[in-house]
């Protein structure tokens, strides 16, 4: 899918993201739990990306936590950053909107603690091993890279079978399975979990971990 498209799809999107998220996401409000538990128990000035940082949920998440961080948010999309400004407007000050395309532009360096949600999979195959570099490149050393994504399994008969039972999710939240599953197919890049491993030790990084699976939704962490 071209950029162009990826903007338009996210701008639709913009004003009612979590609502949205919550009828095509498994237990996307149960994932943040476990994404608060994964963040560092200490408070200090982290500096923060939020990689394709969408409306601010995670961002949300972090100033809960981790009130002295800084965020850099990046995103392509300019109504997804001013909705972004718009969640997190009593933290001005603490946060910079950066608009780009994370595979072309810089995104930024010094970080300790890179948050990648629903992000990667927009990533071609062929982009993917070069761009575990440019995070470990953005990242302190032993800085956090914290992922949620959505996935493919290794045996394409468990693939097909966890699509299934997220086609009958989608539908019980009132959504057309097979509208969303044929845009999945055609905008996003999902790979598996040992593709996204390698590509983590490959780039340089340590103590990968899967925290938290739901059919073809995972959250990871790796340190640098
Ligand atoms: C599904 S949303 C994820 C929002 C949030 N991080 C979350 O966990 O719910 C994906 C976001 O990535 C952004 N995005 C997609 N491709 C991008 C790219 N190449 N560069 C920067 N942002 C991109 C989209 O604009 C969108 O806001």
Known sequence: MEQEQ?????????????????????????????????LPQEDKNYRVLDLGCGNGILSELIFKKLPNSF???????????????KKLSTKGGK??????????????QGYD???????????TWEERAEFY??????LNPDGLLLTREIIIDEDPAVRQEQYSYWKKFI????EDPEFWYAKHLKKDHPVTLTDHF???KNAGFKKAACH?????????????
């Open 198 to 200: 390698t590509w983590l």
């Open 113 to 123: 603690i890179i948050l990648a949600g629903l992000t990667l999979h927009h990533l």
């Open 171 to 174: 539908q019980t939240q009132g």
């Open 6 to 38: 990826v903007k338009e799809h996210f701008a639709k999107q913009a004003a009612e993201y979590e609502q949205l998220m919550v009828k095509l996401v498994p237990d996307y409000l149960a994932q943040h739990q476990i994404i608060h538990n994964l």
């Open 71 to 85: 965020i850099v948010a990046f995103d392509l999309t300019a109504d997804m950053l001013n909705a972004f400004e």
């Open 133 to 138: 570099h440019k995070l470990s490149a953005a």
């Open 212 to 224: 938290w699976r739901l059919y073809n939704f995972v959250i990871t962490t790796a340190r640098k």
């Open 95 to 108: 946060f910079q909107v950066v608009q780009g395309d994370f595979r072309t532009d810089p995104i930024g």
